[in-house]
């Protein structure tokens, strides 16, 4: 019964620690001009691991908490990660076994 009463507050912790990383660590750091995502990578974790009402919610948190900090128009990124989650965590939950290595390299 505890579990369900915080998995809230562990959803925002981890959306607010991956945005911090974001915008401290990985927004500085290019590999051949491209820079990481890791609020993305937040969403393709929640999809895989929860379907995709876990997948929707985290990427529209992780979408909002982002285009808080960022110059585009707001709502670009939350759409898009939500659209991402759900995406990804129904195609997870129909087409792909959640054992093995099938996880891994559909989200890469």
Known sequence: MRTHRLTPLRAILVVVVALMAQIGFTADLRIVGAVGDLLLLVTVAAALSGGPDRGATYGFAAGVAFDLVLDSPFGLSALTYTVIG???GVVATA???PTGWWPVAFAA
């Open 86 to 88: 759900y995406g990804l």
């Open 95 to 97: 087409v792909l076994r």
